[in-house]
């Protein structure tokens, strides 16, 4: 069973790593909870949630009857079924909620379940709106509920090592981090499938809109909700947002203080008003012993090849990578004893000479050439799963009443970066963002 099992990451050594610890629960501290949005992630995220001891669905919500009719084939016919998520939250016997909707609704139902009472795991991004961040953000303290964002890397335990090893000056002193994500298909780039019976009948569509512009009934609109921003968040707020809180775990930082994008429509043409190719830069501010640094993002759906994700922070004395697991490599940096010196003076390059060799002595490389070369590599266990991991915090969060990581502070400061990450895009110019009070300074 997931929430039982200890993980370790393995390096090539086979020295086992820190593992996740796990709590028995018994039967009287039995969750029961209910999911919002029940399409690829909402399903996902049952899954995972279903997988906890103690844990008990007991009613899914969506606007499509295709869905909710799938739920209680794979469930069970004893689970409730609703088109209002209202009526999931009026219930006295519902303690936490799944909310895996498309992004226009997350603020508003995330808002509404916290003030009934229910604690609530809240698929990124967090919000659609940077001002309904901050509303989120005071509600979640008021009501002293549980939100966690979704954003599973922050629950990894190859992130936790990449975090250590940062934290331990594996790479000397950071100045870079490069992180992309690239896709080459068609699925990758939200063409998702669209169900033959897909109709006004089958489909909720008035309370799809919900606050959104009118707009006749589209099936595309309904299943393909990512590609338009009435409803989406385009690839930042997409894929973006996943590595501004992988970046921000692993390395304790806020977010940038500057915020530069630009990208454009390139292949998918379908009729959607996003970008399929988006680019971001982005200056990170000292934060703790953390120096500035910068960052540069990138997303692709057009890359001509496979499809990847990863991380590569740059140090002072070596890189570390994230993909499916991390990679410390360090190599000696090269030093000569001087650059077309053979272009000074005869007598000046003696003197150079001279100089350098009362510095290494006897022809001893530099320090920094003697650096042994290097590369380590820590794997994940087969099978690992952060996704699991993430829920195991929420629900033990939901138990214990300890705080999450990813609370809505900490989803903003992923959300934000993304949001504006778009508005430079669309508005042709920087941002400048607070990343402690997480509100645009200019
Ligand atoms: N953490 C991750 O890795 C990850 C991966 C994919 C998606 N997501 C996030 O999950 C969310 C859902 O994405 P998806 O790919 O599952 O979309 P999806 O279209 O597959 O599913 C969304 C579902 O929500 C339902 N829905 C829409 N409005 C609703 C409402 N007001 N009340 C109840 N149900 C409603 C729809 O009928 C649909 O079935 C998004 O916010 C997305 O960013 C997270």
Redesign the pocket.
């Known amino acids: 069973m997931a929430t039982t099992r200890r993980h370790f990451l393995e390096t090539t050594a086979a020295a086992p790593l820190a593992a996740a610890q796990h709590r028995r629960v018994s039967a009287n501290d039995h969750i029961q909870f209910a999911t919002?949005?029940?399409?690829?992630?909402?399903s996902e995220d049952t899954r995972s949630a279903r997988a906890q001891q103690g844990v008990k669905l007991v009613a899914v919500?969506?606007?499509?009857n295709g869905?909710l009719e799938r739920a209680r084939e794979v469930w069970g016919r004893d689970i409730a079924t609703t088109r209002d998520?209202r009526e999931i939250l009026q219930r006295k016997d519902i303690d936490a909620v799944i909310i895996?909707?498309?992004?226009h609704?997350?603020a508003k139902?995330a808002g509404d379940a916290m003030e009934a009472g229910k604690d609530v795991y809240l698929?990124?991004?967090m919000v659609r709106e940077i001002p309904d961040g901050q509303k989120l953000t005071a509600v979640e303290k008021r009501t002293g509920r549980i939100l966690q964002v979704?954003?599973?890397r922050v629950s990894s335990i190859v992130y936790q090592k990449a975090k250590e090893l940062l934290e331990a000056g594996a790479i000397g002193e950071l100045n870079l981090v490069e992180a992309w994500w690239d896709r080459n298909s068609a699925i990758g780039a939200w063409e998702?499938s669209i169900p033959p019976d897909a109709s006004p009948e089958t489909v909720d569509w008035d309370?799809?809109l919900?606050a959104a512009p009118r707009h006749a009934f589209d099936a595309k609109r309904?299943?393909r909700?990512r590609c338009y921003r009435d409803y989406g968040t385009g690839v930042a707020?997409?894929l973006f947002v996943?590595l501004f809180s992988g970046l921000h775990f692993v390395t304790g930082s806020t977010g940038p203080e500057r915020v530069y994008s630009t990208g454009g429509l390139r292949f998918w043409n379908d009729g959607r008003d996003v970008p399929d190719v988006l680019l971001g830069v982005y200056d990170y501010p000292a934060h703790g012993k953390l120096p500035p640094f910068n960052l540069a993002l990138r997303v692709n759906f057009v890359n001509g090849g496979s499809e990847n994700s990863g991380f590569r922070f740059v140090g002072s004395e070596g890189t570390l990578a994230i993909g499916h697991g991390v990679t410390l490599s360090k190599v000696p940096r090269e030093t000569e004893p001087g650059y077309t010196i053979s272009t000074f003076a005869e007598a000046t390059q003696k003197e150079f000479l001279r100089e350098y060799n009362r510095k290494y002595p006897h022809g001893e490389p530099s320090a920094d050439a003697l650096r042994p070369q290097s590369e380590e590599r820590y794997n994940p266990p087969r099978g690992y799963s952060d996704h699991l991991d993430h829920h195991r915090n929420f629900f033990h969060s939901v138990r214990t009443r300890r705080p999450v990581v990813e609370n809505a502070v900490f989803g903003l400061r992923a959300a934000g970066p993304a949001l504006l990450s778009n508005m430079s895009h669309f508005d042709e110019r920087i941002y400048d963002w607070d990343p402690e009070t997480m509100k645009i300074k200019s």
């Open positions: 919002i949005g029940v399409g690829g992630m909402g919500c969506d606007l499509y869905r998520y895996a909707t498309p992004d609704w997350h139902i698929e990124k991004p979704g954003s599973q998702y309370r799809f919900g309904f299943f909700w707020g997409d996943h």
